[in-house]
């Protein structure tokens, strides 16, 4: 039996409306991982809806939602939404800051993140080894035999080419076997179409002041984004990683309650995911994967009377020394 045999076997007893919920802001990976799924499982004869909270914040992730007529519904707007639902969390897991835990039951998660412990679903299949949960549902189609659908296809190779940084990043053999997979179903200019909408002029202009705060120590670089979306931070990260000489990365945003982190690592020495925990241990939280990783301080739990940027240098430099 599949996961995807077990998973609609679970389904077929929901009490009311099944729900499939991406990560807060979903980028790409998130989108195309909820396309993919809401489409095997119309395949397997369970309707379903994607639901998800916040807004979307990247130039291609609504590219996307246009081009492939992927319909995503902000939960607020779920007039019927309740807790007699339920609902298979995608790309993302309870506990994790990027997920806001609805009224549903969320009986079931796939992801392929650090494992965020025992969340009470009935179902899970938690892959944190594979570089974007895109893979996980092209491997769906595959083993249950079920077609997969050109714009679908499309979908779930930009998916992993995003979350992979063009078969880069996190990359296991699985992700590469699932694009190659793919790339013969998909419209290559469709992904063209999608390369070129990546950022937006407002994003350029954030990039533009994002850059001139760069600070590099030995292999570190640190990056202050002034204003600017989650993604964004992300992004700029990965462009602050590429300056030679520069292996980690640790780029932060202030929100309106707290801090956001994002952290980078090419140096195998060196975790991304352990050196955001590192540097909000005692004051935030934070994970992710080896290479890439996020965190969240809540202001409150900040001496305001200490400099944030001494702190998050003093912790990042330690915890690298200690490392290499």
């Not at 979307?56 to 939404?81: P, Q, R």
């Not at 779930?156 to 997979?181: K, Q, W």
Request: charged share 25%; glycine share 8%; hydrophobic share 40%.
């Amino acid at each position: 039996m599949t996961q995807l045999d077990k998973l609609v076997d679970l389904l077929k007893d929901a009490p009311d409306e099944v729900f499939i919920q991406p990560h807060n802001v979903p980028d790409p990976d998130a989108i195309a991982s909820s396309f993919g799924l809401k489409t095997l499982l119309a395949a397997r004869g369970i309707d379903s809806e994607i639901v998800y909270e916040n807004e979307i914040e990247k130039a291609n992730s609504s590219k996307m939602l246009e081009l492939f007529n992927i319909k995503l519904t902000l939960a607020s707007e779920v007039e019927t939404l309740g807790a007699e639902d339920w609902t298979v969390l995608v790309d993302g897991q309870k506990g994790n800051s990027n997920m806001t835990d609805l009224v549903t039951d969320e009986v079931a998660v796939i992801d392929h993140h650090e494992y965020c412990g025992d969340g009470g679903y009935k179902l899970e299949d938690i892959r944190p080894d594979v570089g974007a949960c895109s893979t996980i549902m092209t491997e769906y189609f595959i083993e249950n035999n079920i077609t997969i659908p050109k714009d679908v296809a499309t979908a779930l190779l930009y998916g992993i080419f995003m979350d992979t940084d063009n078969l880069t990043r996190g990359v296991s053999e699985l992700d590469i076997n699932m694009f190659y997979h793919l790339y013969n179903l998909s419209d290559i200019n469709l992904i063209t179409a999608l390369k070129g909408n990546q950022i937006s002029q407002d994003d350029l202009k954030d990039y533009a002041k994002a850059f001139n705060t760069v600070e590099v120590y030995g292999e570190i670089g640190f990056l202050y984004l002034e204003s600017g979306n989650d993604s964004l931070l992300g992004a700029s990260s990965d462009i602050v990683v590429t300056i030679a000489g520069v292996n980690v990365v640790i780029a932060y945003s202030p929100r309106k309650e707290g801090m956001k982190f994002s952290t980078r690592s090419i140096n195998p020495k060196i975790k991304a995911n352990g050196l955001v925990r590192h540097i909000l241990e005692g004051v935030g939280f934070g994970g992710g994967h080896d290479s890439m990783a996020g965190g969240y301080l809540p202001l409150k739990n900040f001496d305001k009377d200490k400099s944030l940027h001494t702190f998050v240098r003093h912790r990042a430099i330690s915890y690298v020394e200690e490392s290499s």
